[in-house]
């Protein structure tokens, strides 16, 4: 049930893809200019009952009603779930699109630009085990946050940087932890006072789930090695200091099935330094390598560095 083509039928697929996101935007674009997309789910799919490469716990759920979500983009998704998905307290993640217009997404409609879509990751996590708070300090100490559409190499609409909330209180923690964010990098000297981060906070929208090949693509046999994020070295304030004002307040937070409730945050547990975070290492498994497809059109294939076709 995994993606297998001929070495030719890949080839073609991947310079298409290349082909496609050269002029690509560089900014949104009016819902009105974005394809409408199909009702008919995209090809290439994981199945409904495919499970974590790593974690063997469900992609597409259902998930324990004690869990919540968290949706973050910060450039390739390739490279930020493999910033998450071992963290502890993170029950599952998933790489998709989200925040655009275009219903049920390929790939290669987002990586041409006109559909507003971001590649996105979306953590399923345990609120009693690591809370939202935590998994912000990683978003903002792993990434660049200042370079609008783009992060590394990678440039497009579909590589900004963004939170999207599932609830008010998560709502309220990613502002007040980018506006702390923000102050630090000022402080250092990163960034102008007349500029602001370029992060987008925005209620979350439909998930579309990516392809099969994409999900946990860093810890998979075979798969390109690649990281396209490009943190600052910066560490964001200690929660205390932006978080507590809210945390003596009750809030909503939603679980996984998206069902509201209410309660207090969890504890911000002590997090190793951006510099200090190890790349996620390819686990020991017993499944068969998947057929991996042609890399992404990132700036760095364009620039002629190797891709899987090529290995």
């Known amino acids: 049930r995994r993606h297998h083509t001929s070495r030719g039928t890949q080839m073609a697929t991947f310079l298409q893809s290349l082909l496609a996101a050269v002029g690509k935007p560089?900014?949104?674009?009016?819902?009105?200019?974005?394809?409408?997309?199909s009702d008919k789910e995209a090809a290439d799919l994981p199945p409904k009952?495919?499970?974590?490469?790593?974690?063997?716990?469900p992609l597409w759920g259902p998930f324990p009603?004690?869990?919540?979500?968290?949706?973050?983009?910060?450039?390739?998704?390739?490279?930020?779930?493999?910033?998450?998905?071992?963290?502890?307290g993170v029950y599952s993640t998933q790489v998709g699109y989200s925040a655009g217009v275009t219903k049920n997404p390929s790939y290669r409609q987002v990586c041409g630009g006109n559909t507003n879509h971001n590649e996105v990751l979306r953590v399923v996590f345990d609120p009693e085990k690591t809370s939202f708070e935590a998994l912000l300090k990683?978003?903002?100490?792993?990434?660049?946050?200042?370079?609008?559409?783009?992060?590394?190499?990678?440039?497009?609409?579909?590589?900004?940087?963004?939170?999207y909330y599932?609830?008010?209180?998560q709502k309220e923690l990613a502002l007040a932890s980018k506006a702390a964010y923000e102050a630090k990098l000022q402080e250092e000297g990163l960034l102008d006072k007349r500029d602001g981060i370029s992060?987008?906070?925005?209620?979350?929208?439909?998930?579309?789930?990516?392809?099969?090949?994409?999900q946990q693509y860093d810890a998979r046999p075979l798969s390109r090695s690649y990281c396209g994020l490009r943190p600052l070295g910066v560490e964001l304030p200690p929660a205390e200091t932006w978080a507590a004002p809210l945390a003596s307040t009750a809030h909503e937070t939603?679980?996984?099935?998206?069902?509201?409730t209410t309660g207090e945050a969890a504890a911000v547990p002590d997090l190793p330094a951006a510099a200090d975070l190890p790349s996620p290492a390819a686990p020991t498994s017993s499944k068969p390598p998947a057929a991996m497809p042609p890399a992404p059109p990132t700036e760095e294939t364009k620039?002629?560095?190797?891709?899987?076709?090529?290995q």
């Open 49 to 57: 009952d495919a499970v974590h490469y790593t974690l063997h716990t």
């Open 303 to 310: 620039q002629g560095a190797p891709s899987p076709t090529s």
């Open 166 to 169: 599932y609830s008010d209180r």
């Open 199 to 214: 992060t987008e906070i925005e209620p979350v929208k439909t998930f579309y789930m990516a392809e099969e090949y994409h």
């Open 26 to 37: 560089q900014e949104l674009l009016p819902e009105d200019q974005c394809p409408p997309g």
């Open 254 to 260: 939603t679980t996984a099935d998206q069902q509201p």
């Open 138 to 163: 990683v978003f903002w100490e792993q990434h660049d946050p200042t370079t609008p559409f783009r992060q590394g190499n990678d440039s497009g609409s579909q590589y900004r940087s963004g939170i």
């Open 65 to 88: 009603d004690n869990l919540e979500m968290a949706m973050f983009g910060m450039g390739c998704f390739w490279c930020s779930e493999g910033v998450f998905m071992e963290l502890p």
